[in-house]
Each structure stands twice: as C-alpha cells, then as structure tokens.
C-alpha cells in the first residue's frame, strides 16, 4: 500500500508538515504526520524550522519533489507557514474537515489516529 501512495503522490521525495498546534486536531496532524514517514510515504519536517528560516530545513524543503502539509484546523498555520517562506504546497489536509471536531483536549481519542490515518491514505491514493 505504501509504494501506491508515493507513486500517487508522484515522488519518493515527499515532506510532510504538520500542524502539531495545542488542540486535539494538532495533535492529531502530527501522529498521522508520524505514521506516514514510518509507512515511506514521506519525510517528517519541522514546520516550526521553516517559520524560522532554519537554513538546514530550508534546503530540505527546496530539495523536496513535493510538499505536503496537514492541518488542524481551517487557520492552516502549517500550510500559512510553507508559503509564507516561498514554498508551494502540493497538497493540504486539514484534520477537521476530516470529520474530527476540534476541541482543547490534547490526547487524541481512541481510534481516532487510526480514523484520520485512514481518510489521508484515501487522499493521497486518489491523486
């Protein structure tokens, strides 16, 4: 399943950024962020590293064939953050539209990882 994704996502040289805010959805972007880099689906980034111009992540990013970012929520500061710094974002997932209200408990609930990783996969496989 993982070598369909990165054929779909048309690179092995994916970065993934996400979210990683303070409520539920955050957190959420970042695990599902995790369990793509683990299944070879792409690269983990710091996001934060881009809004700080950290000249290592910069190139990381610009050596990147695609940029994928995954938001929380609709105010899409991974996304905001990417182009901001000049890059193009090929594909933004926003956690929330996902079905995942965004609430301030931190922890995740059950299945929930497992439900958004899910839905992602079904993204990514249909480009």
């Given at each position: 399943m993982?070598?369909e994704?990165?054929?779909?996502?048309?690179?092995a040289n994916?970065?993934?950024?996400?979210c990683?805010?303070?409520a539920?959805?955050g957190?959420?972007?970042?695990k599902?962020?995790?369990?793509?880099?683990?299944?070879?689906?792409?690269?983990l980034?710091?996001t934060?590293g881009i809004?700080?111009r950290?000249?290592?992540?910069?190139?990381?990013a610009?050596?990147?064939?695609?940029?994928i970012t995954?938001?929380?929520?609709?105010?899409?500061?991974?996304?905001?953050?990417?182009?901001l710094?000049?890059?193009?974002?090929?594909?933004?997932?926003?956690?929330s539209?996902l079905?995942?209200?965004k609430?301030?408990?931190?922890?995740?609930?059950?299945?929930?990882?497992?439900?958004?990783?899910?839905?992602?996969?079904?993204?990514l496989?249909?480009?």
């Amino acid at each position: 399943m993982a070598d369909e994704t990165k054929c779909s996502c048309g690179s092995a040289n994916v970065a993934i950024f996400p979210c990683v805010g303070a409520a539920n959805v955050g957190q959420l972007s970042n695990k599902v962020a995790i369990e793509l880099e683990k299944q070879g689906i792409g690269n983990l980034m710091c996001t934060v590293g881009i809004g700080a111009r950290a000249p290592g992540l910069m190139k990381s990013a610009e050596a990147s064939d695609r940029i994928i970012t995954i938001d929380g929520c609709p105010v899409s500061c991974a996304t905001k953050t990417l182009e901001l710094a000049g890059f193009k974002v090929d594909r933004q997932i926003v956690v929330s539209e996902l079905g995942i209200k965004k609430t301030k408990d931190r922890d995740p609930k059950d299945g929930e990882v497992a439900e958004v990783m899910g839905k992602v996969m079904e993204i990514l496989q249909s480009e």
